[in-house]
């Protein structure tokens, strides 16, 4: 899993005014719970490029006056009309409480159905995973090696290691679906 780090400062005061003073500094409002007690800080704007424009999950290393925290981003609030960052919540992570993620799904391997004309549908981009922090995975790998014209995986068929998907065991991730082409070449054989 990839980890970003960022450096916050505490905040003294809480409130609507603190809050817009900290916005007009181009710093953004932040809790961080889970854990301990709760945690009032502020964090740059621009140290949230890191993760918002990268569609890859990651733990964030927050450090506050010295001492380093793991979270993940729990949910972030935007601007309705500058799109900026207005707050952010953080979950401190501990190494023995499962977390839950959406974790995004890549192939691999070259699909014999779309060797033969198939058309490759990911029905499913990103799935909810449930694990311990360690054995959080940055990717769910699906092998398509096997999979011909209208076969299908299912999140039941999707081997997991110490780590659980949340769908619906028999939503379809990915199929091969036919196309006119492969019809045609079907026919003529």
């Known amino acids: ?12 005061n809480v409130g609507k005014k603190d809050a817009k003073a900290l ?4 710093k953004v409002p932040c809790v961080m719970y889970g854990k301990t007690e709760q945690v009032q800080f ?20 927050i450090q506050l006056n010295g001492e380093t925290r793991r979270a993940m981003l729990k ?21 023995n409480k499962p977390i839950v993620m ?3 799904v890549h192939t691999t391997g070259t699909s014999c159905g779309v060797m033969k004309g198939g058309k490759l549908v990911c029905k499913q981009k990103r799935l909810n995973v449930k ?20 076969q299908r995986v299912k999140v039941q068929d999707i081997p997991t290691e110490n780590f659980e998907i949340l ?16 019809a045609v070449a079907e026919a003529a054989e």
Request: hydrophobic residues 40%.
């Open 1 to 12: 899993m990839r980890v970003v780090s960022m450096s916050g400062s505490l905040r003294e």
């Open 23 to 26: 916005r007009r500094e181009d």
């Open 42 to 61: 502020a964090l740059n704007q621009t140290d949230f490029q890191r993760i918002l424009f990268n569609p890859a999950p990651c733990f964030i290393d």
């Open 75 to 95: 949910d972030i609030q935007f601007h309705p009309v500058t799109e900026i960052v207005y707050h952010a919540d953080f979950y401190e992570l501990s190494d």
């Open 102 to 104: 959406s974790i995004p």
């Open 131 to 150: 694990a311990l922090p360690a054995n959080m995975p940055s990717e769910v790998l699906v092998d398509i090696t096997n999979l011909d014209i209208a």
């Open 167 to 182: 769908n619906v065991k028999s939503s379809e991730v990915i199929t091969v679906n036919s196309t006119r082409a492969a």
